[in-house]
């Protein structure tokens, strides 16, 4: 019995902890299968009872006289439990239980162990803290989810992994309303053995999925999610998600209860990039983008995407492509507006050359009539050419106008605000980068400038000069520091020492027995080049302005690493202050393609083996009209020994 | 008879073109009227029937033998149907045609033939382009907007104003489906005559409404609506206003239908903060807030807002929290959450606990109870203590829950971004500013140095030296500047001249005759100060970040002018890039006092008689440790002439 099987498929069900109170929590599961329709075996497991729920119940799990597919734990005592699961050869065991590490460290312990013991055991876990599985077409209710109260659940084709089990139950709680409808809805809590990346694997090869929706708070197995989204979108399946954490507060709140690491925001933007999962800004955009990504592949745009806009209210449409244009989103045609003069037929008509326009998706915007004649509002758009997505916002109250277009696939928002959110997701929706074919680095010398130099990135003329006479080769003018930690911060640098004299003068002020002498070098303006092997998505490589301008306007370009030149390329264009150097306003262009050079020589350091550099940063890298100079530069190893610059 | 009473209150209306073809639009205001129970007289007029829906029908309307408080007209021929309504003495017509100033050029001249005409006449004007006036405690529906289809409107002491008149049918749609009642709405149209601003002064006058809804394209009588607003304020009533055109793109898709005058977004954000209007983001967000301003008075909080959250959901109250942290709200305490283990009572007690938190606001989220068990869910939420703002955010669909919260006068959110939305504009929402006391300039000097100097800014030491000697007493080094419009972009600008001899070979390159001369003067950061009549909401005041940092990161803050010198403080807190002169990482900081003197300075401006200056730039004002001073400037006039510098 495969992994997948025995989550979706049971044959059998143990409950165990199953309670005979039909108002607990623990009772759910059951009452739920039942509801439902589940066509296997459920044993529910109480020590107490004979009987719970009216069904034959067990003193324990290894009592029950059958084979046990799949195994839901409800009880505090986790490790007896899995003991049982692992004595009659259970395939996975659900964990509805809390206090493993989402309860912090001594929780985490606890977890550590006994994800161990089910290795030992061959068991698999879901869980803990799992709310549990729910395959709709497959009638399997395995869940606590106080959702499964609703009398049917809306079949369809999507499926949803969510790291929050309470709002897995709000998605298909809202999506029923809407006529949108699930296959499978998995709630993986502490992603203890079974995790994300798995599950998208596993719905990545179901034919009952088309497309996959994360609800997420953080990404716990980045690599595997990362492969498993690439998989889904070889096999046509988009996987689409909204992730907590935004902002520092929400990231916070997100996490304080899955005491899971944080990642920073920005990291996996570039990381749901990298690998082609669509991200969307706002919880319903989730549920509505579903009917725009299904059986489509992302357009890969390489300019700003254009719609075109039908509409039968001049407000709805601009309240639409107002939010649009927030996000770059362009007009192929001015905004076709029938306010007050449409009929079936000029509406009909308007959307057909709407299609014709150069544009990416067409956009039918309709008021009034989609809430009093929701089937005459509705039918020009369901015969409208599909040629190009087709995306309607209906202004009013529109219940059933937006049942309508989801019983025909087609997708349909409530606000404009989501609609314009799935809209520009879309636009923007890139497939899996391809990594590029860059040479590995060698054995790298543990000095930053050494390590920079052999990784092809041009460094300031650099010699340590020794005590008394602090001898040195290089030419004036020159900078002066020390070999210190910190030294800009400790006063421990001194810029544009004109001669030898005012070098004598001043050497001894700052140390009495080495300093670092470097070449000064002056360029058109300074940029941050950075590499970190993030703890959560792995290596990133950054690009910012330099000085403060990072930092106080957050004004950088993040990649996974390794890029290309021509991705840092890319990169250089998202920068804004770079302006400056791009021939803004007729100033000098810097030598972008040093630069970009630069950038992808230090995105290599992903490539290394073992990957034993933790961060890397040039600050600054001075880029000049003919080339570019690293001038200072930090490296950190994983081991914790930090490198400063020579 | 007053223009409120006329409006919304007629004791007859007159139908100009009324049709006899039930399903014609302009047979709509005749059907309207009688579904939805008006008890005043109803007149149709229309030349070629005696009869209209079963009403006895007037050829024209000085024919009809009564009088006529209030006609709405709905025929091309407007110019006539207004001549009529002069004859009988017709306090306000409403005119549904368009073709006035949404048409172009010509059609603003028509308009405004109208107007004057109408002033002549002594006839009141709403629209052209206006779908008309509802009130609905008062029973009246004089209007073209489809939404009047619904059977039963719902009533409350919320009134819309709206530019888009579809519009105004959505926010009266989803409002019924959520149990939100309204008292007047009206759809200004082109506002001709009538405009949103006396509407909100009507409305600040009226009993019936608390809280003044406004959906707006833009702003065309900005003076009227600060009035308007302030009155408000001061009879209690929050004015709140959703505004298209935050992207450039939305901003010519808002206004193509319109053709009014575009206003910056940031000029527009600024006015409105300044008469105390209430902003929100979304379109949801402008209904759902009604209740929260609803008899509450503006924190005026001079801290970032803070709240407390009470949850069944920790993914749900985590996706309100993330947005909030995105607009600079704060956590008064962790998030108190009940997932799985909530009851009536320990939520009760729970949403006790966070009303004596130290927060500003309690938002109260429910999972899957506010779907299965409305009644119970809400319940705790309506017992709890009210002496703070209680919202609530319901995670599933949970219509019945929304209209039980309406019912009681609870805000309640469909969407986590909406609620958001609506707790940090209410947060944020600040009483009308109280106009500073400052001295009135006199007459002031029309050299852009020598004005400065009049407000009382100090100007770096300047002379114009004369060919052939340039004789001039300032200072090395100086600064060599020709007096030719757009000088830097032509080159002709050289700074840092060390001494005379180099004075003496530069001049003669860059003029034959005249130069200025000008003190050289370092200083620890560079600002641009501004002054701007806006032709849409009049004067403001601008600091931004020096160089390129205020166009390419659009650091700059922006206030409607004069301002205080503790307001231009509030300003340099605003502007990031000042970071480096607020003590950021230990750099000097810089003369702060003096930065925020030299912007309260120039905003005086706009207290001159007639306000001459239409544009004043002080670029760069040069800032010290120990004072501020100004290297450039440029001023242009109302009449058109530019003046650079000296």
């Given at each position: 019995m495969t992994l997948a099987q025995a989550l979706f498929s049971p044959r059998s069900v143990a409950l165990v902890g199953a309670s005979g109170d039909a108002a607990k929590n623990t009772a759910r599961p059951q009452r739920y299968l039942k509801k439902h329709g589940y066509g296997g075996k459920v044993f529910p497991v109480n020590p107490t009872r004979q009987e719970v729920l009216g069904e034959r119940s067990y003193p324990k799990l290894s009592a029950i006289p059958e084979a046990v597919d799949h195994a839901y734990i409800l009880i505090e005592d986790v490790e007896q439990a899995l003991e049982e699961c692992g004595k009659r050869a259970v395939t996975v065991a659900s964990i509805f239980s809390g206090g493993f590490a989402d309860a912090g460290p001594d929780g985490a312990r606890r977890q550590a162990k006994l994800v161990a013991r089910a290795r030992t055991l061959g068991v698999r876990l879901l869980g803990p803290n799992s709310m549990g599985v729910i395959d709709v077409p497959g009638r399997l209710a395995l869940s606590v989810n106080a959702v499964l109260e609703m009398d049917a659940l809306p079949a369809g084709t999507t499926s949803i992994v969510s790291q929050s089990g309470t709002m897995l139950g709000t998605l298909l709680s809202r999506g029923a309303a809407r006529g949108l409808g699930f296959a499978k809805l998995v709630s993986v809590g502490n992603e203890a053995d079974v995790g994300v990346g798995e599950l998208v694997e596993l719905l990545a090869g179901d034919p009952a999925t088309r497309v996959i929706l994360l609800f997420l708070e953080t990404v716990r197995d980045a690599e595997r999610l990362a492969a498993a989204a690439r998989k889904a979108h070889a096999a046509g399946k988009p996987v689409v998600a909204y992730k907590l954490g935004r902002s520092a507060l929400g990231e916070a709140a997100a996490l304080s209860h899955t005491g899971a690491l944080a990642?920073?925001?920005?990291?996996?933007?570039a990381y749901f990039r990298d690998c082609g999962i669509v991200r969307v800004d706002m919880l319903e955009t989730l549920l509505e983008i579903a009917p725009l990504v299904a059986r489509r592949r992302s357009l890969d745009l390489k300019r700003p995407g254009r719609v075109t806009v039908v509409t039968t209210t001049g407000g709805g449409a601009a309240s639409v492509v107002d939010r649009l244009g927030m996000r770059g989103v362009e007009?192929?045609?001015?905004?076709?507006?029938?306010?007050?003069?449409?009929s079936g037929q000029t509406y009909a008509e308007a959307l057909q050359k709407a299609a014709q326009s150069d544009c990416d998706a067409v956009i039918a915007c309709v008021g009034s009539s989609a809430q009093f004649h929701p089937e005459l509002a509705v039918q020009p758009i369901i015969r409208a050419p599909k040629s190009k997505p087709l995306i309607a916002f209906f202004t009013p109250q529109a219940d059933r106008s937006l049942a309508l277009a989801a019983a025909e696939?087609?997708?349909?928002?409530?606000?404009?605000?989501?609609?314009?959110?799935a809209v520009a997701a879309f636009l923007s929706w890139r497939a899996p980068r391809k990594p590029p074919a860059l040479a590995v680095p060698g054995n790298l010398p543990e000095n930053p400038f050494e390590l920079l130099a052999a990784l092809g990135i041009a460094v300031a003329e650099w010699a340590i000069a020794e005590a008394p006479a602090f001898a040195h080769n290089i030419e004036y003018p020159v900078a002066l520091k020390t070999l210190e930690a910190h030294k800009t911060e400790r006063g421990g640098v001194l810029l544009g020492i004109a001669d030898h004299a005012e070098f004598e003068k001043k050497v001894k002020k700052i140390s009495n027995d080495r300093v670092l002498v470097q070449k000064m070098h002056s360029g058109l303006i300074e940029a941050i080049v950075g590499y970190r092997d993030d703890a959560v998505v792995g290596p990133l490589v950054l690009l910012g302005a330099g000085g403060v301008l990072t930092e106080i306007y957050r004004d950088y370009a993040l990649r996974m690493a390794p890029v290309s030149e021509r991705e840092a390329g890319e990169m250089i264009e998202q920068v804004r202050g770079f302006a400056a150097i791009r021939g803004y306003r007729n100033l000098p262009r810097g030598d972008l393609e040093g630069l970009a050079r630069?950038?992808?020589?230090?995105?290599r350091l992903a490539l290394v083996k073992d990957r034993p550099v933790r961060e890397a940063d040039i600050n600054p890298l001075i880029v000049k009209a003919d080339g570019v100079v690293a001038v200072d530069a930090l490296v950190a190893y994983s081991s914790d020994k930090r490198q400063e610059a020579a």
């Amino acid at each position: 019995m495969t992994l997948a099987q025995a989550l979706f498929s049971p044959r059998s069900v143990a409950l165990v902890g199953a309670s005979g109170d039909a108002a607990k929590n623990t009772a759910r599961p059951q009452r739920y299968l039942k509801k439902h329709g589940y066509g296997g075996k459920v044993f529910p497991v109480n020590p107490t009872r004979q009987e719970v729920l009216g069904e034959r119940s067990y003193p324990k799990l290894s009592a029950i006289p059958e084979a046990v597919d799949h195994a839901y734990i409800l009880i505090e005592d986790v490790e007896q439990a899995l003991e049982e699961c692992g004595k009659r050869a259970v395939t996975v065991a659900s964990i509805f239980s809390g206090g493993f590490a989402d309860a912090g460290p001594d929780g985490a312990r606890r977890q550590a162990k006994l994800v161990a013991r089910a290795r030992t055991l061959g068991v698999r876990l879901l869980g803990p803290n799992s709310m549990g599985v729910i395959d709709v077409p497959g009638r399997l209710a395995l869940s606590v989810n106080a959702v499964l109260e609703m009398d049917a659940l809306p079949a369809g084709t999507t499926s949803i992994v969510s790291q929050s089990g309470t709002m897995l139950g709000t998605l298909l709680s809202r999506g029923a309303a809407r006529g949108l409808g699930f296959a499978k809805l998995v709630s993986v809590g502490n992603e203890a053995d079974v995790g994300v990346g798995e599950l998208v694997e596993l719905l990545a090869g179901d034919p009952a999925t088309r497309v996959i929706l994360l609800f997420l708070e953080t990404v716990r197995d980045a690599e595997r999610l990362a492969a498993a989204a690439r998989k889904a979108h070889a096999a046509g399946k988009p996987v689409v998600a909204y992730k907590l954490g935004r902002s520092a507060l929400g990231e916070a709140a997100a996490l304080s209860h899955t005491g899971a690491l944080a990642g920073t925001d920005a990291a996996l933007d570039a990381y749901f990039r990298d690998c082609g999962i669509v991200r969307v800004d706002m919880l319903e955009t989730l549920l509505e983008i579903a009917p725009l990504v299904a059986r489509r592949r992302s357009l890969d745009l390489k300019r700003p995407g254009r719609v075109t806009v039908v509409t039968t209210t001049g407000g709805g449409a601009a309240s639409v492509v107002d939010r649009l244009g927030m996000r770059g989103v362009e007009l192929a045609a001015p905004i076709m507006d029938l306010t007050m003069a449409a009929s079936g037929q000029t509406y009909a008509e308007a959307l057909q050359k709407a299609a014709q326009s150069d544009c990416d998706a067409v956009i039918a915007c309709v008021g009034s009539s989609a809430q009093f004649h929701p089937e005459l509002a509705v039918q020009p758009i369901i015969r409208a050419p599909k040629s190009k997505p087709l995306i309607a916002f209906f202004t009013p109250q529109a219940d059933r106008s937006l049942a309508l277009a989801a019983a025909e696939g087609i997708p349909a928002f409530r606000t404009p605000e989501a609609c314009a959110d799935a809209v520009a997701a879309f636009l923007s929706w890139r497939a899996p980068r391809k990594p590029p074919a860059l040479a590995v680095p060698g054995n790298l010398p543990e000095n930053p400038f050494e390590l920079l130099a052999a990784l092809g990135i041009a460094v300031a003329e650099w010699a340590i000069a020794e005590a008394p006479a602090f001898a040195h080769n290089i030419e004036y003018p020159v900078a002066l520091k020390t070999l210190e930690a910190h030294k800009t911060e400790r006063g421990g640098v001194l810029l544009g020492i004109a001669d030898h004299a005012e070098f004598e003068k001043k050497v001894k002020k700052i140390s009495n027995d080495r300093v670092l002498v470097q070449k000064m070098h002056s360029g058109l303006i300074e940029a941050i080049v950075g590499y970190r092997d993030d703890a959560v998505v792995g290596p990133l490589v950054l690009l910012g302005a330099g000085g403060v301008l990072t930092e106080i306007y957050r004004d950088y370009a993040l990649r996974m690493a390794p890029v290309s030149e021509r991705e840092a390329g890319e990169m250089i264009e998202q920068v804004r202050g770079f302006a400056a150097i791009r021939g803004y306003r007729n100033l000098p262009r810097g030598d972008l393609e040093g630069l970009a050079r630069a950038v992808s020589a230090l995105s290599r350091l992903a490539l290394v083996k073992d990957r034993p550099v933790r961060e890397a940063d040039i600050n600054p890298l001075i880029v000049k009209a003919d080339g570019v100079v690293a001038v200072d530069a930090l490296v950190a190893y994983s081991s914790d020994k930090r490198q400063e610059a020579a």
